[in-house]
């Protein structure tokens, strides 16, 4: 859409022209042509202007002063004084100042008029213009036809790589690479910009996708980042494609586990296919998972990434915070290294805490999905509860019991509020953690110096605790039966006070 100045300078039109001093701008682009007869205010001048002037008021030494250092603050394309009106050469600071900030001035002699500058330059960026336009049009056809064609990125790439002699990688926002034609690693791959080098973002108004990345050996020129621009907005809508399949894709599995959820008779013949179809199977050994966050708003999509980074043929369904996943595994500890590694994979791409991830006992049966799901459901209960990032239902202990009971409708307050209930009230009066002393206490096996420890306190400050604990609720603390008593209160509080409901 424009030319450089090198380029003006070899135009036939405007041979008589001549470059008297800041050769070193030779490079900048000429965005517009400018006439300015008396230069009052430099400020409203605007970058990449070709400024034609014929000196008027510069006939003094205090006019003359910092002028062509206060164009260069303006980053013209070129100053042009016609000589012969109001200056009759162009002065020696004039040129040593254009030299220090490389801004090209040139002389226009006084037989050329204004005009024939003028004609010789629009009349090239307007050309330029118009046939870049016709190539740009052009380009987005041949773009969009490949897009219509539902053959994926590659096609786009490699048709984007030949256009602009240059190497062409598609990157989601994560970093990784999706299609290219390089052959660099992504770990040797420069993400900064450079005149060799183009980074454009891959999005639609509402959502970024990834990025292109573009690097020449030659520098890039407009017409290349017009190309670029073209192509960015045509993978968007493969991005967009692409993620309508998926959405439709998911919906179909979530259907599927939805029946298999279900408590009644289902059709697993049918089933087994329907998965099959989708890209899972319902055969041998698999697993339930839950999974939770406190912060995150969605899990879905970052759980499919893992899937698929591990290609691991999942069914999985999204409700509010919790997300049940059906996991294919061959043995138990299968299930726990792939937990592990969605625990991973959350550390490196999530920006919440810890996810917390419930495990059933393995099965073979469809029939047997509904308990998997529900024991999942109680190992991630038990695993906000407890803290544990990862735990299976085997190894849930004691809460088994107080679930099955919280389960069959048992108010569980009668296990703790005889004990915990006079804790409580002390501990709202008197803005004191008596609840949580007593809590530390048992975890460390009744141990003092380690319970003082993990609390910060002093071992007397600890003991004076411990007395007012048994003085309130009447139980001997260094009896095995009132400590057993206090476990099973505290464990029965934690599951009717959890800080995340399972659903």
């Not at 041949?142 to 256009?163: D, I, Y």
């Not at 041998?284 to 998972?289: A, E, K, L, N, R």
């Not at 912060?295 to 997300?323: C, G, H, V, Y």
């Amino acid at each position: 859409m424009s030319i450089t100045l090198k380029e003006a300078l070899e135009l036939p039109d405007i041979q008589h022209i001549k470059l008297v001093g800041g050769r070193g701008g030779l490079h900048k682009v000429i965005k517009w042509v400018t006439i300015v007869e008396i230069i009052e205010d430099t400020t409203r001048l605007q970058e990449g202007e070709f400024l034609i002037t014929t000196g008027y008021g510069l006939d003094t030494e205090a006019n003359r002063h910092d002028f062509i250092k206060r164009l260069a603050l303006q980053h013209l394309s070129a100053v042009a004084i016609h000589t012969g009106f109001y200056m009759e050469r162009i002065p020696d600071e004039f040129i040593a100042a254009a030299d220090a900030h490389d801004l090209p001035l040139i002389e226009i002699p006084h037989h050329m008029n204004f005009s024939e500058v003028t004609k010789a330059l629009l009349g090239h960026i307007v050309n330029r213009q118009l046939q870049i336009m016709q190539d740009t049009q052009q380009i987005h056809r041949e773009l969009t036809m490949l897009a219509l064609n539902n053959q994926g990125l590659a096609p786009l790439v490699h048709m984007l790589a030949a256009r602009l002699q240059a190497e062409v990688d598609v990157y989601d926002t994560q970093a990784t690479r999706l299609e290219g034609s390089s052959i660099h690693s992504e770990t040797s791959v420069s993400f900064e910009e450079t005149k060799h080098q183009l980074i454009h973002p891959i999005a639609t108004d509402q959502e970024q996708y990834g990025f292109l990345h573009v690097q020449k050996r030659t520098p890039l020129t407009e017409m290349d980042r017009l190309i670029v621009e073209q192509a960015a907005m045509v993978c968007a809508i493969e991005f967009l494609k692409r993620k309508a399949v998926e959405e439709a894709l998911l919906r179909m599995q979530e259907d599927v586990l939805d029946e298999l959820l279900e408590t009644g008779s289902q059709d697993e013949t049918y089933l087994r296919k329907l998965a099959h179809r989708l890209g899972s199977r319902l055969e041998g050994t698999m697993t339930i998972m839950q999974i939770a966050s406190v912060s995150e708003d969605s899990l879905r999509a970052f759980a499919q990434s893992w899937a698929q980074k591990q290609n691991i043929p999942i069914l999985l369904r999204e409700k509010q915070r919790t997300m049940t996943i059906l996991l294919p595994v061959k043995q138990e500890k299968d299930a726990i290294r792939a937990a592990q590694s969605l625990q991973q994979e959350a550390q490196l791409r999530l920006t919440s805490e810890l996810l917390h991830i419930g495990l059933s006992r393995p099965f073979t049966r469809l029939a047997a999905t509904a308990a998997g799901a529900q024991e999942a459901r109680e190992a991630l209960q038990v695993s906000i509860i407890t803290g544990e990032p990862i735990l299976s239902y085997d190894k849930i202990g004691a809460y088994a019991p107080l679930l099955q009971m919280k389960k069959a409708g048992v108010e569980l307050t009668a296990l703790y509020s005889p004990l915990l209930d006079p804790l409580l009230a002390y501990d709202q009066k008197h803005n004191s953690s008596l609840l949580d002393t007593l809590d530390c206490y048992l975890q460390h096996n009744s141990n003092i110096k380690n319970t003082a420890a993990a609390l910060f306190i002093h071992r007397h400050t600890l003991k004076y605790r411990l007395e007012q604990i048994a003085e309130k609720t009447q139980k001997d603390l260094q009896s095995a039966h009132a400590l057993t008593e206090f476990h099973l209160a505290l464990m029965a509080y934690r599951l009717d006070h959890a800080a995340l409901k399972v659903l």
